[in-house]
């Protein structure tokens, strides 16, 4: 993909000041002192009275907006608002799974973007956010399905996103405790290189440490209650910590959108729904790829621990209870021992679930809104941890100057009610 | 010596049935009712396991669920089971196991040297390194995940059978300890329906580690336990399930279980019975008497073999009849470990209390003293010796203030330290429910905190910190019969108490960590590996919320979930950041409480019983005649019927050519078919379809689309008036119940004033569509329906008989030709078909599949849902503009077509594609760009939708015939605008195909066929 704007990896780190640099030396270093002088990652700054930028929600998205105001844009007088822990939304929940493989070109543009700068982005924070490409693998199980991921290859093929057509044969070599003839027999696939996995809580953590050496204020529990509106135009947000004063303010809040949105008297073409996960136990590595199921609503990868990540689709109701209901995972658990026998004797460790923001088109809403220098970057949905760099990204130049980047501009909110929507959700059901 | 740990006597095992079992390659013996943990200890067996990180020897350490040690492979091949706790496998005979995580052995693992660079590795050291060369972090990462993991996969299918069951109840009771005993009697005497669900092979809970000292009703308390459940076995309302871990704890009172059926007998040894059961249970009351957790003390080199809970040390002397050390250390802070002390030096034991109080006192201590043990107050544990086990360990006295050490170490040499740091009530299960915790300063425990709660459940015993005998009883029985009685059973009056021997015990110490000298590891989570200066570093480094310091040092995200860990970690960060213990916060509690087969959840579902596969009562013909099948949604659809060698391609343009010849014939019973009725069900089609239908006559068929809210094209069909208010409405294969599901959602959600049947009748109906120009003559001599096409029109229905069966016949097409859909009900489905099959070889029948069905759909320009359009095209996109009514005053997707880029011009559309060279089939899929030359990146135009060889069509160059020529159907920008246009197809090897674009109807377009 062209990559407009950043050159990755061009700015180095000497120029972490404030920081000193993680690496094996200082690992070695700080271990002759027992680890006691490790610096915080973050400072737990107060709030200041005024800010030139807000952003509320301290998750991926948000701290990866901060992160590049400042980085990019030398706005350093930014503050995240958190009203929890960082990187404890949807960010700390997901399955971690980065591919941008879309169907079509907008989302094409914009996680091919985010994958660009997944590639270095362990080497831009200064933190291993452990970005592994190690290959996502999207079965056909169906002449549909063929059908499907035939137009899906094509379709990256010409976007010039990474797609290659893999056959049963090659599959099971890929992944050997596959079951070919299942019940939905395996018919091929379609596998992106360049995608793979990530850890998530590094991600929030790394764009955490390095927004903060820059100057951001990141400020945990502190929740935003209200939006101070004069006129047509921002002017701050009522906190659980008091008024602050704020130039422009991001909304980057998720599965809480809704709720934003109605404190600045706005309606989001978005629904809330739980959306779960679960993990085996720890096992010693039998599958080295992601691998993904439409037809079956199931997708599976193992971690660097050693856990088989599973998950499958949303819950159909609305909710922002962050637990769903057990036949979610039925239904997920079933077409996975069918379709990896072994799996049947492995154990289910841990479920949970987060709660994920849908819009009508199930792209996400990158936008202006009807408020002057308020601005939304949310409905990320069930899908949207791949997007953060590129997601924070774009969103940070589309604050700094006012005016929406091009790769976020499809994305306007405008498109709910020209009808332009970025529909990926006809070609899969599954949208990871 | 074999089991030279065991005991002469004593224990609740059968010394009358020796088992043998192999263990890492060598054979030991143990008996029945040991677990593999008690009979390892049984043969001085150390060192069970090797450590997550740091692959530190580990041995034994509880005597349950909370084991964080302890982790084997159990078996081999198909039937393994990684990650296997020895504490709670019960023995059989020949079982084998063995020690994962380590090589070449257990006793001696190169990984240690994990253990030597352990400095080097603190918490998130990972998040720190590995990052240069960039390059490299793939290859770090391999060694990484090969290091990391814990048990090996089988490698084999699993042979075992599971079951999966829903049942119901009154009054639940989780656990079957002297609280969750109670409750289960005081229910059951009400008659109520009770389940009384516990872990382990038998209930009885703690008391099954008593001596028979413990009262309760005035006996031992074992046969309290045994009388109860006798009586309890005896009520018919109760069913008492063991081996039964309640895991979940959902909504609307809705539990899982994992009933543990065949387990305990060995691989292949359970005859027809499953191996597990997953148990869904509908409870209107819980009752949860779940019990508490021993806390350990986190002292230094508290991970070494022989450092062992106190209260699993007793369970191992007066359960399983073995005595983990000859020479003991039982260091406390409370007056529960002096049991294990007391019991231990009757056996013969030396042992030695070291207690964190100042001159601790109260009964227990009393007859401890009385038993000759040494006392050592206001001492704690300050090192230990002993990398394969406790060899020797060194006492201090502690300070006041509870961090200083006093006075000169002490050493003493040991074979076990069994230690005891205060109890954690197992309150997962009420937090699950969505109950909140509460502090408890007294008892310093989290218990739940009381108040309406969102699930219906009420808490007693230990896990509501409720810890003397009596207490748990009268709880229980309270609770009980409360329960009952809100199930609508009893009067909620608790019976008669139930005396027991009381032991008072006296306040504890809260001793959170034990001060050492120098940086000795201290480890507060034994399964991660998780340790004080992992707390101490997180919070260095801001990681304060309990959540980051969870996630940065790993605790509690074993396969244990921190059962022993959670509380400990908490306690030392509040420490470190100078807050109380509630103020840090507790993490969530996530189901299940113990790890789950997925074989279990999956239960009898799975193989042939996996979705069913849905067929056609024409299957045998099908599959007698040849028929190549593809999966179409559940169904197998045959999808051409090859004659002799012949590929699909020969095939089918076999098919298509001969249905335009003469007769052609496909089983289209897989269509959904919905039955719709009620005075409103003119009104609701109205909403539902974008056409006019209140005017449709009775007898008459019309095709409709249905769109989403968008005004997208969501699915299609054919749907018939059969009377007034009866219509007979099909559609796709695929879509059959997501239509189905619509129609519902509308009318309960929307339109609930109307007054609409829907009904399913897909299975219901058999049916054979036969269309071509011999089809009227074939089915002249099988019905008594008149066929001329004045009295049976295009788009009709009639009913009457065929082949001496009931028959509903539609005349639609699909394919362009004169066309029949004959249904009959399903039991005569096959008659038909074999009727149909015979009389129409003298009409030159052709039996096609669904390709060749796509292919004579094509020629003609039908579009298929889902693949001719994709949730981004409206009717007027694909060419049906004709389809949308402007009179219609409103119907679903309407007003989405105002929406100005659905109104816009240009929008993709469906157009038809014919390749400069007729006889390459373009990739559906491949996009349309319009140069000769494409270098992605580039905009697309469009792309290729359907593509065929068809023997039907002619295309512009005047080529068509036997082999065939190629067509297309394409979604292209402003499609409509391009006809004549000529474009390129960029293919993914780097080809380029011209295409000319033409009108997506190849073949009879004025459609003079179809009325022939
Ligand atoms: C189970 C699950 C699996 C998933 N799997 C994948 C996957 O494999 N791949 C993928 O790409 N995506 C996946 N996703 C989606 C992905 O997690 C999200 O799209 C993405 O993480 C969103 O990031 P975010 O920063 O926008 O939101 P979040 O991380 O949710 O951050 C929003 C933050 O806003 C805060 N907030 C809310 N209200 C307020 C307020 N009033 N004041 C202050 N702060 C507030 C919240 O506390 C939260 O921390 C998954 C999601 C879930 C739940």
Redesign the interface.
């Known amino acids: 993909m062209p990559n407009p704007g950043l050159t990755p990896g061009s700015m180095f780190l000497s120029e972490y000041a404030m920081k000193s640099k993680y690496s094996i030396f200082s690992l070695l270093r700080n271990s002759l002192s027992y680890h006691q002088n490790w610096e915080r990652k973050w400072r737990s700054p107060d709030p200041k009275p005024a800010y030139d930028v807000i952003i509320i929600g301290g998750g991926g998205h948000g701290l990866a907006t901060a992160y590049y105001l400042a980085r990019q844009h030398g706005i350093t007088n930014v503050a995240v608002l958190e009203k929890s822990w960082l990187g404890g939304g949807n960010t700390g929940r997901n399955t971690t799974i980065v591919r941008s493989n879309y169907l079509l070109n907008e989302s094409a543009a914009m996680y091919d973007h985010a994958i660009d700068l997944w590639e270095n982005l362990s080497q831009e924070l200064n933190y291993n956010v452990m970005f592994s490409p190690r290959g996502v693998l999207h079965l056909a199980h169906n002449v549909h399905d063929m059908q499907e991921i035939g137009r899906r290859g094509n379709s990256n093929y010409i976007n010039d996103v990474d797609a290659e057509f893999i056959t049963p044969d090659q599959i099971k070599t890929m992944v050997p405790i596959i079951n070919l003839n299942c019940r939905y027999p395996v018919m091929g696939g379609v596998l992106q290189r360049r995608g793979g996995t990530a850890r998530h809580d590094a991600v929030a953590w790394g764009y955490a440490r390095a927004a903060d050496s820059l100057g951001v204020d990141i400020i945990q529990n502190c929740e935003v209650t209200g939006f101070d509106i004069k006129k047509g135009v921002i002017k701050g947000v009522k906190t659980n910590r008091g008024v602050i004063k704020a130039g422009k303010v991001g909304v980057v809040t998720a599965g809480h959108s809704g709720v934003l949105a109605d404190m600045a008297g706005m309606r989001l073409p978005i629904e809330s729904t739980p959306l779960q996960a679960f993990v085996s136990e720890p096992l010693k590595p039998i599958i080295d790829i992601v691998v993904m199921s439409n037809t079956i609503h199931a997708y599976v990868s193992q971690s660097d621990k050693g856990e088989l990540v599973f998950g499958g689709s949303s819950d159909p109701y609305v909710s922002y209870s962050q637990r769903g209901a057990f036949n979610q995972l039925e239904h997920v658990v079933g077409p996975l021992v069918e379709l990896y026998p072994i799996f049947s004797r492995l154990r289910m460790m841990r479920q949970w679930g987060g709660t994920v923001d849908v819009t009508l088109d199930r792209s996400p809403i990158v936008s202006k809104s009807p408020v002057k220098n308020l601005f939304f970057n949310v409905g990320w949905g069930t899908g949207g941890f791949k997007a953060t760099p590129g997601s924070g990204h774009v969103f940070a130049a589309s604050l700094a100057s006012g005016e929406m980047h091009p790769i976020a501009a499809p994305f306007s909110i405008d498109r709910h009610y020209t009808g332009a929507l970025i529909d990926e959700a006809a070609a899969a059901a599954v949208a990871h | 010596m074999s089991q030279s740990r065991r005991l002469v006597k004593g224990g609740r095992i059968d010394r009358d049935k020796p088992l043998s079992f192999v263990f890492n390659g060598k054979t030991y013996q143990g008996y029945e009712g040991d677990t593999l943990a008690s009979a390892l200890i049984a043969n001085d067996v150390r060192v069970v396991a090797r450590s ?1 990180k740091y692959h530190r020897p580990r041995g034994v350490f509880s005597a349950g669920s909370d084991e964080p040690n302890a982790i084997v492979q159990l078996e081999e091949g198909a ?5 296997t706790l020895a504490t709670c496998i019960e023995l059989y005979d020949n079982l084998s196991a063995t020690s994962q995580n380590c090589w070449p052995s257990v006793e001696f693992d190169i990984n240690e040297i994990n253990s030597v660079f352990m ?2 590795m ?1 918490a998130g ?8 060369p ?1 390059k490299l ?2 290859w770090y ?1 391999g060694i ?3 290091a ?11 042979p ?1 059978r ?1 079951e999966a069951i829903h049942t119901h109840c009154d009054v639940l009771v989780v656990g079957g300890g002297p609280a969750g005993l109670a409750a289960a009697l005081a229910a059951g005497r009400t008659g109520a329906r009770v389940i009384l669900a516990d872990a382990q092979c038998e209930p009885g809970g703690d008391l099954l580690a008593e001596t028979d000292e413990l009262e309760i009703a005035g006996e031992a308390a074992s046969n309290w336990v045994s009388k109860t459940l006798a009586e309890l076995r005896d009520m018919p309302e109760v069913r008492i399930l063991e081996r039964t871990t309640i895991t ?1 704890y ?2 609307y009172n ?1 539990l ?1 279980a994992l009933q543990k059926v065949t387990d305990h007998m060995g691989p292949d040894k359970g005859g027809n019975l499953p191996r597990q059961r997953f148990i ?1 249970i509908r409870a209107r009351q819980v009752v949860l008497a779940t019990g508490a957790i021993e806390r350990p003390l986190v002292f230094a080199e508290n991970d070494r073999p022989g450092v062992m809970m106190a209260s699993a040390v007793r369970t191992y002397i007066n359960r399983y009849g073995v005595l983990p050390g000859r020479s003991m250390v039982v260091f406390t802070n409370n007056d529960t470990a002096y049991q294990t002390a007391i019991d231990a030096v009757r056996l013969g034991a030396q042992v030695t209390v070291v207690d964190a109080r100042p001159a601790p006192q109260g009964d227990v201590v009393t007859r401890a003293e009385a038993l000759g043990i040494q006392i050592m107050d206001r001492s704690v544990i300050t090192n230990l010796h002993g990398r394969m086990g406790v060899k020797c360990v060194t006492v201090q006295h502690l300070g006041e203030d509870g961090t200083t050490l006093l006075g000169k170490p002490i050493p003493f040499s040991c074979d076990l330290v069994a230690m005891s740091g205060g109890w954690n009530p197992t309150v997962h299960l009420f937090s699950q429910s969505g109950g909140k915790l509460r502090w408890d300063d007294d008892k310093t425990m989290f218990v739940p905190l009381a108040g309406p709660a969102i699930n219906p459940s009420r808490s007693v015993g230990c896990c509501n910190g409720t810890m003397d005998l009596p207490g748990c009883l009268a709880e229980g029985l309270a609770a009980g019969s409360k329960a009952a009685k809100d199930a609508g059973f009893g009067t909620g009056r608790a019976p008669k108490a139930i005396k027991a021997t009381a032991r008072p015990e006296a306040p504890l110490r809260p001793l959170w960590e034990v001060s050492c000298h120098g ?1 000795k590891s201290r480890f507060h989570d034994f399964q991660n590996d998780s340790k004080v ?1 992992d707390l ?2 997180a919070s ?6 309990v ?2 310091t969870k ?2 040092t790993a605790t509690g ?1 074993g ?1 244990d ?1 921190g059962k022993t860990s959670n509380v400990n970690a908490l306690a030392i960060m509040a420490r470190i950041q100078g807050r109380e213990i509630p103020a840090v916060g507790t993490t ?1 509690f ?3 409480y113990t ?5 279990a ?2 239960g009898q ?3 042939e019983l ?2 069913q ?1 849905r067929t056609t009562a024409m299957q045998p013909w099908h599959v007698a005649n040849g028929a190549v099948f ?3 949604g559940d169904w197998k659809r045959p ?1 051409y019927f090859p004659q002799g060698s012949e590929d699909m391609h020969a095939a089918v343009l076999r098919e298509c050519k001969a249905t335009r010849d003469s007769v052609g014939i496909v089983d289209a019973s897989t269509l959904g078919k919905i039955d719709i009725q009620g005075p409103d069900a003119a009104k609701f089609l109205e909403m539902i379809y974008t056409n006019a239908w209140a005017k449709l006559g009775v007898g008459r068929c019309r095709y409709g689309v249905m769109l989403s809210e ?3 094209i969501f699915d299609d069909g054919v749907t018939t008036r059969l009377s007034d208010n009866h219509y007979h409405m099909t559609t796709t294969t ?1 879509g059959a119940a997501r239509v189905m599901g619509w129609l519902e959602e509308w009318l309960q959600t929307e339109w609930p004033e109307m007054e609409v049947y829907c009904t399913s009748v897909t299975e219901q109906w058999s049916v054979a569509s036969i269309s071509g120009p011999k089809a009227r003559d074939l089915l002249a001599g099988l019905t008594d329906i008149d066929l001329d096409p004045e009295a049976f029109p295009f788009m009709a229905v009639r009913e009457g008989s065929f082949a001496g069966v009931p028959a509903r016949i539609f005349r639609i097409s699909f394919t362009g030709e004169v066309a029949y859909e004959i249904n009959v009900p399903t039991c005569y489905g096959l008659h038909m078909w074999e009727t149909l099959m015979e009389h129409g070889k003298a009409h030159d029948i052709c039996v096609y599949g669904t390709e060749t069905l796509h292919v004579l759909r094509a020629e003609k320009g039908f579009i298929i849902v ?2 001719d359009t ?3 095209c409206t009717p007027m996109d694909v060419g049906m503009d004709w389809i949308v009514s402007k009179k219609k005053a409103d119907f679903i997707g309407k007003r ?1 077509f105002t ?5 816009r011009e240009g929008r993709k559309q469906l157009v038809g594609l014919f390749t400069d060279d007729p006889s390459f089939v373009l ?5 349309i ?1 319009d140069t000769a030359t ?1 270098k ?5 135009l469009g ?1 290729v939708t359907s593509s065929y060889m068809s023997p039907n069509v002619t295309g512009p160059d005047g080529v068509n015939g036997d082999k065939g020529r190629s067509i297309a159907m394409a979604l292209l920008q402003d499609g409509r605008n391009r006809m004549g246009d000529t474009l390129y197809v ?1 293919l ?1 090897d780097g080809r380029v195909k011209t295409v000319t674009v033409t009108d997506p109807v190849f073949f009879d377009k004025e459609g003079e066929r179809t009325h022939g």
């Open positions: 997550f039937a393994t089971q990684p990650d400095r080097l603190p050291f990972y998040y720190k390194t590995f990052m240069w960039a972090w793939m990462e990484i995940r090969k990391a993991g814990m048990g090996l996969a089988p490698k084999h299918p699993d075992d599971y979940g959902y909504d809705w899982t869904k940086h200066s101490e570093l260095l480094e801001g990681m304060v919320s959540e980051h996630r940065y995200m396969t979930q969530t996530r189901p299940p790890p789950v087969s997925f074989g959840i999956t579902d799975r193989r996996f979705e596969v593809e999966d179409v999808r968008h005004g997208m695929g889902g693949q994709d949730g981004t989405s929406r100005s880029d659905t109104a990739p559906e899929g491949a996009h760009v494409p992605p990146p580039l905009r697309a792309h960029a993914m």
